[in-house]
């Protein structure tokens, strides 16, 4: 289960690692805590009042072309930027625990063994994303759910990206915000990359990332500036390919030592193995691996 703030979240952070579970015969499912109704977009789009809708429409489609078909929302108001939203029925006003009481449910019922959620910091520090991380952990700690990975980047090579961008003029060419992407933002965002403990190869997934990232089209148009959406749906496939060649992950409790792991089922396997050599409690264990893949599961 992959829990996101936004739609569209979903295709920037993790749409890699979701298609290559799916691939692999995972059932994937996809929440968003919001519609994503106070994202920024065309007045087209927004002057009917639907944007939300649309929006969710979006993360059906995006969903479709990682292989996810279920996709639920919680139901809460997108906070916006503003961390200071007065709105109570905004998701970074909710109450931690009623929130994850909402998503331990979901947990309960997909008998989900991995959740993916954000870093402690919500990558940008957005308020909605903050909140996805407090209440994910306790989503997890209600249900159970034995691996909880914070989707999260490793900002070295992209600061350094950035600067190259920045000191060359690029950045000012292509039309984007400085201030949005300036390499001083991303030197604080996101985990300290010593804390990363899975780097997921995703490269052969590009073209599924690309058509997730493109279905959320309200989000690649603005009626002033540039958005990041539009630029990355724009990049060549071989550039695309290289930029989006890893998907990083900080797991729960898991001290990181020696290379980053390149399976987000990595704990669990180990597990099952541990389990075989003594005997498998039937208590402790629901799933049993099967089948040509090593990480395919069948409900017992």
Known sequence: MSFHA???DEALLTAGTLARAAADGHRVVIVTATDGAAGLARAAATADGRLGERRLDELRRAAAALGCG?????????????????????????DP????????????ETAADVLTVYDPAG?????????????????????GTRVVLE????????????????????LGRLGVDRA??????????????????????????ATAKRA??????????????????????????????R???????????????????DDIFATLRVAARDDGSRGTDPERSRWKLVGSAPFIKRRL
């Open 97 to 108: 625990q009623e929130a994850a009481a909402r998503l331990a449910a979901i947990l309960d």
């Open 180 to 205: 949005e992407w300036s390499p001083e933002r991303f030197a604080r965002a996101f985990s300290a990359p010593e804390r990363i403990t899975h780097r997921i190869p995703t490269a052969r997934f």
């Open 6 to 8: 936004h739609p569209d």
């Open 70 to 94: 279920d996709v639920r929302h919680l139901g809460y108001a997108d906070s916006g930027l503003n961390a200071d939203s007065s709105d109570e029925a905004a998701f970074s006003q909710a």
């Open 123 to 143: 990558g940008y520090g957005h308020p909605d994303h903050i909140q996805v991380h407090r209440v994910g952990l306790l989503a997890a700690e209600r249900a």
């Open 151 to 170: 989707a999260t980047v490793d900002r070295r090579p992209l600061v350094r990206v950035l600067t190259v961008l920045d000191r060359t003029g690029i």
């Open 243 to 261: 930029v989006f060649a890893h998907e990083w992950f900080v797991e729960k409790g898991r001290q990181p030592h020696g290379p980053a792991l």
């Open 212 to 241: 997730a990232m493109s279905a959320h089209a309200t989000q690649a148009g603005a009626d002033h500036g540039v958005r990041t959406l539009a630029v990355l749906v724009r990049l060549p496939h071989f550039v695309f390919a």
